[in-house]
C-alpha cells in the first residue's frame, strides 16, 4: 500500500550493480515489483543472484526474492517498462548505446547517476539523445537528491526528486517508484537537476578537503554555502531555474554529500587534506567517487560558460595540478571581496 492505494506491480531493470543500484534493486523488489538487476561480471552476478548479497557493496542486507539477477544486459531491458541507470555516468554512453536497441518502445528509462561527461562537457540528457531512440530520450527522466545507499537499504526514509521534461512520463514514474519509504517529487528542470547532482561531488570534496585540513566547522559551513552559490551560477547559465539550486536536488543533496559520513566524495577531500595521494586514496575506496572526474569537466565546463568558479578551480588545482591543499585553500580566502550576491 501507498498513500492508501494498492501499488500496481511493474516490471523495472537497474543497470548497475554498485551501492546505489543494490539498494534501489531492494526498494522496489519490498514494493512488490518485478525486477532484473543487471551486474557487469557473470560470476559476480551468479554469486549474487545466488547469495542474494552484495558482499562488496551492501554486504548487510540481502536482496528480496523478487528480484532477478544476470550479466545480460539486453536480457535485464527486455520487455522492462522501467529502466533505471545507476552505472557511473562515464559509463553511460556506453552501456545505453549498446541496449538502446533492446529497450521496448514505451519503455522509461530513468537515469539515477551524477555527472558531466568528460570531453564534450554534456550533462547525461544530452548523452541519452545521442544514443537513445528520440522518443525514449525525451521521455527520459532524472533522479537525483540526498540518498545514501546503506540508507535506503536498511528501509530508512528519504524523499528525492524526478526532473523529467514530459509531464505525463513523469509521473507515471513518480507513481509507480515511489513508496512510504521513498517519497519522490517532480520537476520539469532538467538540466538543474543534473547540475546540482553532478558538481555537489565536487563541493562534497572540497568541504572534505576543509575537514581533513582541521579548518573548522564554520569553514564547512561557507564552504557548503559558496559551493551552492558556484553550482547555482553554473547551472542558470546552462539554463536552468535557479528555484531547483534550493531543493531536494541542490541544497540537499549538497549538505547531505559534504557532511555524511558515507560520501565517498568527501572522503576523497578528507584523504587530501590528511595528505594522502589520490592513487592511495582510491584503490582505499574501491569505489567510484564521481566527484574527481566531474572536478575536470565542470572546471573546463564553466570556463567556456565564462562563469567565475573558485572552488571549483581550486579542487582542479589540487587534483590534477599538484596544489597543496593548504596553499589551495588559502587562494579562496585571500580573493578579491565582493558581495554575497555576485
Given amino acids: 500500500m501507498f498513500g492508501g492505494q494498492t501499488v500496481t506491480v511493474e516490471d523495472i531493470a537497474v543497470v548497475g550493480a554498485g551501492s546505489y543500484g543494490t539498494c534501489l534493486a531492494m526498494l522496489f523488489g519490498n514494493a512488490g515489483h518485478r525486477v532484473s538487476l543487471y551486474c557487469r561480471g557473470k560470476e559476480q552476478a551468479a554469486e549474487l543472484e545466488t547469495t542474494r548479497v552484495n558482499k562488496q557493496y551492501l554486504p548487510a542486507y540481502r536482496l528480496p526474492d523478487t528480484v532477478f539477477v544476470t550479466s545480460d544486459l539486453e536480457r535485464t531491458v527486455r520487455g522492462k517498462r522501467f529502466v533505471v541507470g545507476v552505472t557511473p555516468s562515464y559509463t553511460q554512453r556506453e552501456i545505453f548505446g549498446t541496449l538502446a536497441a533492446a529497450l521496448d518502445p514505451d519503455a522509461i528509462v530513468i537515469n539515477a547517476a551524477k555527472g558531466l561527461e568528460d570531453g564534450t562537457l554534456q550533462t547525461l540528457d544530452a548523452v541519452y539523445r545521442d544514443v537513445l531512440p528520440a522518443r525514449i530520450a ?112 541542490g541544497i540537499g543533496d549538497l549538505v547531505l554529500t559534504c557532511s555524511g559520513d558515507a560520501s565517498r566524495n568527501r572522503r576523497v577531500g578528507l584523504g587530501l587534506g590528511q595528505g594522502k595521494a589520490m592513487a592511495d586514496i582510491l584503490t582505499e575506496m574501491k569505489q567510484v567517487a564521481e566527484g574527481v572526474k566531474t572536478t575536470k569537466v565542470a572546471h573546463e565546463l564553466a570556463t567556456k560558460l565564462g562563469v567565475p568558479a573558485p572552488i571549483t578551480g581550486v579542487i582542479h588545482d589540487i587534483i590534477y595540478n599538484g596544489a597543496p591543499a593548504r596553499h589551495a585553500m588559502a587562494a579562496l580566502m585571500s580573493r578579491a571581496l565582493r558581495s554575497e550576491r555576485d
Fill in 138 to 249: 525525451a521521455r527520459a527522466t532524472y533522479l537525483s537528491g540526498p540518498t545514501f545507499a546503506s540508507e535506503i537499504a536498511a528501509g530508512q526514509p528519504a524523499a528525492i526528486v524526478l526532473a523529467g521534461r514530459d509531464a505525463e512520463t513523469t509521473s507515471a514514474a513518480q507513481a509507480a517508484l515511489s513508496s512510504i519509504r521513498f517519497r519522490i517529487y517532480t520537476t520539469d528542470d532538467v538540466i538543474g537537476v543534473l547540475v546540482g547532482g553532478a558538481i555537489k561531488n565536487v563541493m562534497a570534496i572540497a568541504a572534505g578537503l576543509s575537514d581533513g585540513l582541521g579548518l573548522g566547522s564554520n569553514a564547512r559551513a561557507a564552504l557548503i554555502t559558496r559551493g551552492l552559490a558556484e553550482i547555482t551560477r553554473v547551472g542558470c547559465a546552462m539554463g536552468a531555474q535557479p528555484a531547483t539550486f534550493a531543493g531536494l536536488s
